[in-house]
């Protein structure tokens, strides 16, 4: 058996832009970590393998990957190339969504070390074993090779957002202040639950107004994202609305001073139709800088929603959108098609959606379904458009109505459905 590498000098992020907000997180973490301050770290935007050479050259290296699922061919072909460039004595760590649900495909690609569940606290802990010849295989999430049963997410600890940065301040590379972790939920399409528990987890509005007072004085931040898995859930369990808490964070981000506009409840974040009411919508509407509230809705038929153990209805969704538009935003409306049990009728039903929404001034974010491993939906055949439905939704694309990258997912979700464990 090969020997791993110790005594880690180095560690080289990929950057990729399918997994920016992950890396600026974890960067964020390993900065925070003063068992890490000898660590060299860079995420380079660019030349990413020339990097990785060179400072393979100069001491020992690791590059670390955060993989989406949808992404996996192009990570496998990278790690190929560095392992043809570094050969066997460059340390491979994957992480991310894929990681975690099916992290022996990372392994047979060629990592070393795989982390399963939340990163911040396991890879840095990975990273300290490295860096003093310690046995990396005693850290709790990490799996190698020689691992014989893997953990699953939910056997592992959570960790607290207040404990880490949002971002890396200090290298500048930077993301949406994530707010909100873990959804109760349990749509069956989603693999949020199974990847971030059910457990919701909030940072405090005092830790999210220290960093980006940081981010103001240290980078010249003028603008920020939150980041949710449902907006209006902040400041509770996830299940009910805590209206007071959720103003308590607008109010006390909007008035930092030199933070210009705050962005929450569009795009990355969206929010639950059954959290909408008049009342939250008119209060954040005060505060936050989009003119856009990214609402879930996912299918016009309750019959797919039922399925999809979505937990709200088709009116519901419409009764939000109305709402939404009677508050000023334009609702921009989340919507999947091809999803497991969907019939002809239910898939006419959320295209005639998708027209009535473009009439009342909404539009539309498209996707098709894929089978996302971790997701309970996971072994399900892939989502196919039929030729009708594709010319529908791609003159609903020219009309500018639908966004989204709906015509990509069809191949990624067969791509998903030919790796399916059977
Ligand atoms: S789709 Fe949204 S509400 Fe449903 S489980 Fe996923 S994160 Fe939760």
């Known amino acids: 058996m090969?020997?791993?590498?110790?005594?880690?000098?180095?560690l080289v992020f990929r950057a990729h832009p399918t997994s920016r907000y992950s890396v600026?997180?974890?960067?964020?973490?390993?900065?925070?970590?003063?068992?890490?301050?000898?660590?060299?770290?860079?995420?380079?935007?660019?030349n990413f393998e020339s990097v990785v050479r060179n400072h393979f050259k100069a001491g020992r290296t690791a590059a670390a990957f955060s993989v989406m699922s949808t992404h996996q061919a192009r990570v496998q072909e990278e790690v190929r190339r560095l392992r043809e460039i570094c050969g066997e004595d460059l340390i491979l760590i994957a992480g991310g969504p894929h990681a975690s649900a099916r992290?022996?495909?990372?392994?047979?690609?060629?990592?070393?070390?795989?982390?399963?569940?939340?990163?911040?606290?396991?890879?840095?802990?990975?990273?300290?074993?490295?860096?003093?010849?310690a046995d990396p295989e005693r850290v709790?999430?990490?799996?190698?090779?020689?691992?014989?049963?893997?953990?699953?997410?939910?056997?592992?600890?959570?960790?607290?957002?207040?404990?880490?940065?949002?971002?890396?301040?200090?290298?500048?590379?930077?993301?949406?202040v994530e707010v909100t972790r873990g959804c109760?939920?349990?749509?069956?399409?989603?693999?949020?639950?199974f990847l971030t528990g059910g457990r919701v987890r909030?940072?405090?509005?005092?830790?999210?107004?220290?960093?980006l007072k940081r981010a103001v004085e240290e980078r010249g931040f003028m603008r920020t994202w939150f980041l949710s898995p449902n907006a209006l859930c902040y400041g509770g369990k996830g299940r009910t609305l805590e209206v007071e808490k959720l103003e308590g964070l607008l109010s006390a981000s909007t008035a930092i001073e030199g933070l210009e506009e705050v962005f929450f409840g569009s795009f990355p974040s969206e929010v639950r139709p059954d959290f909408v009411t008049k009342t939250v919508l008119e209060m954040i509407r005060q505060y936050v800088a989009n003119d856009s509230l990214q609402i879930g809705m996912q299918a016009g038929s309750d019959h797919v929603l039922e399925l999809s153990n979505r937990g709200h209805s088709v009116e519901e969704g419409m009764n939000a959108v109305r709402l939404a538009l009677d508050s000023g935003f334009i609702p921009h409306v989340d919507m999947i098609f091809g999803l497991p049990g969907e019939r002809d009728s239910d898939l006419r039903a959320s295209l005639d959606l998708c027209?009535?929404?473009?009439?009342?001034?909404?539009?539309?974010?498209g996707h098709v379904f894929m089978p996302l491993p971790g997701s309970a939906f996971e072994n399900m055949p892939a989502g196919v458009l039929n030729q009708e439905t594709r010319k529908e939704l791609g003159e609903m694309s020219r009309r500018g109505v639908l966004t989204g990258s709906w015509s990509n997912q069809e191949k990624l979700a067969r791509d998903l459905e030919s790796k399916q464990e059977r």
Request: charged share 20%; proline share 8%.
């Open 140 to 176: 709790q999430g990490v799996v190698s090779k020689r691992t014989t049963e893997y953990p699953l997410p939910r056997s592992l600890p959570r960790i607290l957002l207040d404990d880490y940065p949002p971002f890396a301040l200090d290298m500048n590379v930077v993301g949406p």
């Open 202 to 211: 909030h940072r405090s509005t005092k830790t999210v107004v220290h960093w």
């Open 103 to 133: 992290p022996k495909d990372l392994l047979d690609c060629g990592f070393d070390y795989v982390i399963i569940g939340e990163g911040e606290q396991s890879l840095n802990d990975l990273l300290v074993k490295l860096m003093n010849d």
């Open 355 to 365: 027209h009535s929404l473009d009439e009342m001034g909404a539009s539309v974010h």
């Open 184 to 193: 109760p939920y349990a749509c069956k399409f989603c693999s949020t639950p």
């Open 24 to 46: 600026a997180a974890l960067l964020g973490a390993i900065q925070s970590d003063s068992r890490l301050s000898e660590l060299i770290l860079k995420a380079p935007l660019r």
């Open 2 to 10: 090969r020997v791993q590498c110790l005594s880690l000098t180095s």
